[in-house]
């Protein structure tokens, strides 16, 4: 567990107790991996004050918050949470902890479901809950959970909200939408439609967009199948921003998805962004191949973006920006 550990926070704020304490939170209610935790500072503290102080601290931001109480990570998820502090703490030699042993003999009975929550903080400190599938494929769609693309394309649009404030927004492939969630709480929007096409996904995405308070008034949860999307009902939408991320993972898929940014395009003029993870380079250059078929032309959208969510960042992620090929005049 270590050397991964290492790797993994090397480049993150580790230094103080305030900062310590909102990674573990940050990090447990979004499900991380335990090695990304900062376990490292968690062993010196109990070495150096032979105390269970920080750990009592730790639980307090995690297993005994409200947000736990009122969206709780999945039984097994917080079984091994906890079964981690109990034995970091029994390796320092510290006194056991009653509230810590009580924490996890509520959760050694309990049975898990196929379903839990995950919280994401904004920078403002609320959170973005959403209902989630503890697998990551079910019932035939990889739609019932977030995926990496989807917490980058949320943390750059944090950085360009003017990209989003009082705007019309369509997002393509929403899932279980932590990224259209995130701008309709943090960026403005006039108004925000979410769009896929999976029975199941649209149910889950419905419930999550109430979970979160958005009202029918600024946000419409549509059906929005890729090969049979009309040019009428691109334009009824009106959008003045198009979105999405991770929707380029499966060769069968791309022509659909670059037949409707093709429809989107000619509709109207607004700004396209497609916000990708490359696990198959081969998938994603046949994507850019049909965009230049279809007389498509992609930039690569550059410069870091503010981490604002914990997620794996050695995944290469890209972001591109689609317009229409200009056709000189002879």
Same mark, same amino acid.
């Given at each position: 567990?270590?050397?991964?550990?290492?790797?993994?926070?090397?480049?993150?704020?580790?230094?103080?107790?305030?900062?310590?304490?909102?990674?573990?939170?940050?990090?447990?209610?979004?499900?991380?991996?335990?090695?990304?935790?900062?376990?490292?500072?968690?062993e010196k503290d109990l070495e150096s004050n032979k105390s269970s102080d920080l750990i009592s601290d730790i639980l307090k931001q995690t297993c005994l918050h409200s947000l736990c109480q009122k969206f709780p990570p999945s039984v097994r998820y917080k079984k091994l949470f906890l079964s981690e502090l109990i034995r970091r703490q029994e390796v320092a030699g510290c006194d056991p902890l009653d509230e810590l042993y009580d924490a996890l003999a509520e959760v050694v009975g309990a049975e898990d479901s196929t379903e839990c929550y995950k919280s994401y903080i904004l920078p403002s400190g609320e959170a973005v809950s959403l209902l989630e599938n503890v697998a990551l494929i079910s019932d035939?769609?990889?739609?019932?959970?977030?995926?990496d693309a989807a917490l980058y394309l949320a943390e750059w649009a944090l950085d360009h909200r003017q990209t989003f404030t009082g705007r019309t927004v369509l997002e393509?492939?929403?899932?279980?939408?932590? %990224?259209? *969630? @995130?701008?309709?709480?943090?960026?403005? =929007?006039?108004r925000y439609v979410f769009s896929d096409c999976h029975p199941r996904v649209l149910q889950k995405l419905r419930d999550n967009v109430r979970l979160n308070g958005l009202t029918e008034r600024t946000v419409g949860v549509e059906e929005l199948?890729?090969?049979?999307?009309?040019?009428?009902?691109?334009?009824?939408?009106?959008?003045? %921003?198009? *979105? @999405?991320?991770?929707?380029?993972?499966? =060769?069968?898929?791309?022509?659909?998805?670059?037949?409707?940014?093709?429809?989107?395009?000619?509709?109207?003029?607004?700004?396209?962004?497609?916000?990708?993870?490359?696990?198959?380079?081969?998938?994603?250059?046949?994507?850019?191949?049909?965009?230049?078929?279809?007389?498509?032309?992609?930039?690569?959208?550059?410069?870091?973006?503010?981490?604002?969510?914990?997620?794996?960042?050695?995944?290469?992620?890209?972001?591109?920006?689609?317009?229409?090929?200009?056709?000189?005049?002879?």
């Open positions: 567990m270590e050397r991964s550990e290492q790797n993994q926070t090397s480049g993150s704020k580790r230094d103080n107790k305030v900062d310590v304490l909102r990674d573990f939170r940050e990090s447990f209610f979004a499900m991380s991996q335990l090695v990304s935790f900062p376990w490292t500072f968690l035939g769609t990889t739609g019932l959970v977030t995926w393509l492939g929403s899932g279980v939408g932590l %990224t259209g *969630i @995130a701008i309709c709480r943090s960026c403005g =929007p006039n199948d890729w090969t049979s999307a009309s040019e009428e009902q691109i334009a009824q939408i009106g959008a003045d %921003t198009v *979105i @999405a991320a991770d929707v380029v993972y499966d =060769p069968d898929v791309v022509e659909g998805l670059v037949e409707l940014l093709s429809k989107i395009l000619r509709c109207s003029s607004p700004e396209v962004f497609i916000c990708s993870t490359i696990r198959n380079q081969e998938t994603y250059g046949g994507f850019k191949q049909q965009l230049e078929k279809a007389g498509i032309v992609h930039h690569v959208v550059t410069g870091a973006v503010s981490e604002v969510f914990p997620y794996n960042r050695v995944s290469a992620v890209e972001m591109i920006r689609l317009f229409r090929r200009r056709h000189r005049r002879q």
